[in-house]
């Protein structure tokens, strides 16, 4: 091989490399905003939950025994909170990891009297996804595990 070829070889080596570089630079950026925007819509619903949380008002008997009031208007809230994570979880707005603990939370209901009792007379049109998900307990988001990566999930 003459020099001036050997010359030409290592330059589209060199700048195989510096493409490389900043295709990475250009790349890690955007999968730490999509993490953070996912970290961010997650805490809106933490916040909403603690709001919940919040208003409920707590009391102690005579006997020591520590009660929870729970005003139906909060118990409804929380109904409806369930409903708009399972909504953003079938749009893939929620993480796998954020996933993991609320729908241990949400399967909770079912051992909610207060809760069943309000679900069941609710219109049937209203919280659809959480009525089916008390049921068959089935992830909502419908997407593969290449969207899902994509997506930051």
């Known amino acids: 091989m003459n020099e001036e ?11 195989t490399v510096f493409t490389g570089i900043a295709v990475l630079f250009a790349v890690v950026p ?3 905003g999509r993490r953070q925007r996912m ?20 009391s102690k008997d ?6 929870v009031i729970v005003p139906f208007e909060v ?6 909170l369930c409903e708009d994570e399972l909504d953003a979880r079938a749009d893939g707005r929620v993480t796998n990891d954020s ?3 609320w729908s241990k939370s949400i399967l909770a209901l079912r051992t909610d009297s207060d ?6 007379a609710t219109s049937t049109d209203e ?21 899902r990566f994509w997506r930051g999930l």
């Open 75 to 80: 118990k409804y809230a929380e109904l409806r």
């Open 127 to 147: 919280l659809v996804r959480l009525r089916a998900y008390l049921a068959d307990e089935e992830d909502p988001i419908r997407m593969g595990a290449w969207s």
């Open 115 to 120: 809760a069943n009792e309000i679900i069941a």
């Open 39 to 58: 970290q961010d819509a997650n805490n809106w619903y933490v916040e909403r939950y603690w709001q919940l949380q919040d208003r409920k008002t707590p």
């Open 5 to 15: 070829l050997t010359w030409l070889v290592n330059l589209a080596n060199i700048a």
């Open 30 to 32: 955007y999968f730490q």
């Open 99 to 101: 996933w993991e603990l």
């Open 62 to 67: 005579a006997d020591g025994t520590v009660r």
